[in-house]
């Protein structure tokens, strides 16, 4: 299993400004992927997150709104930039082990409150 | 696209009665197929998962969950639920790399 971090776990912001939200993983994994529960709604995927490349993004989601970045196996970073109240929600990091088949972990998520 | 439909938006159901949470998905090909909780202000954690093999499998804290393929369904049952098992249960389906999340179904036990 796979132990993630996750980094802030909540933060209230003020519209307009951005927030970069940190996944840290225990080891080295080949998957990483961000994704978004909106209030009362499922987990939606907003993209994956490449090693050394731009990440691939999901309809609906680009680049200049959620910026990514994974800079080696082991840790990733999502931006939510210019803010608004409709990007309330809880952001998750998961991660999944290609190799073994696995089911994919979950961080503990970042409650993200734009006011 | 993929899809995941889940039933029930929300259960409430007293202690030692019997659970059943439908879910079905649309897609024809191979998926795994997973159910995840979510325990209030904690994060998923895997219920059970199914692979392959044997099309009943079971999984932690008494939960179990049928695949029927002719129906393209993964129901997950539990004969006598607790208080503790108050929590939003989500069913998953992976047919690449990424899972496609039901809405979810809230659980409520009570006394």
């Known amino acids: 299993s796979a132990v993630i971090s996750q980094k802030p776990s909540r933060d209230i912001c003020q519209r307009g400004t951005s927030l970069t939200i940190q996944c840290q993983v225990d080891s080295q994994v080949t998957m990483m992927f961000w994704y978004r529960q909106q209030p009362g709604q499922s987990l939606t995927l907003i993209a994956t997150a490449n090693q050394g490349s731009e990440a691939t993004y999901e309809s609906g989601f680009v680049i200049d709104k959620f910026p990514i970045s994974r800079p080696n196996l082991t840790f990733s970073t999502l931006t939510v930039s210019n803010m608004s109240p409709e990007d309330s929600s809880i952001y998750l990091c998961?991660?999944?082990?290609?190799?073994?088949?696995?089911?994919?972990?979950f961080g503990q998520g970042t409650r993200l409150t734009v006011v | 696209a993929q899809s995941v439909s889940q039933h029930n938006h929300h259960v409430i159901l007293s202690e030692a009665a019997s659970l059943e949470l439908g879910c079905n998905y649309s897609y024809g090909g191979t998926v795994n197929l997973f159910w995840y909780v979510q325990y209030p202000g904690q994060h998923l954690q895997l219920l059970l998962k199914?692979?392959?093999?044997?099309?009943l499998v079971k999984g932690i804290k008494g939960f179990e969950a049928e695949f029927i393929k002719s129906k393209f369904s993964f129901n997950l049952r539990k004969p006598s639920v607790q208080w503790s098992d108050t929590a939003e249960y989500f069913c998953?389906?992976?047919?690449?790399?990424?899972?496609?999340f039901g809405k979810g179904t809230r659980l409520s036990v009570i006394a």
């Open positions: 998961s991660v999944l082990y290609l190799e073994s088949n696995t089911e994919a972990f």
């Open positions: 199914y692979f392959s093999g044997d099309p």
């Open positions: 998953a389906v992976q047919s690449q790399v990424f899972l496609v």
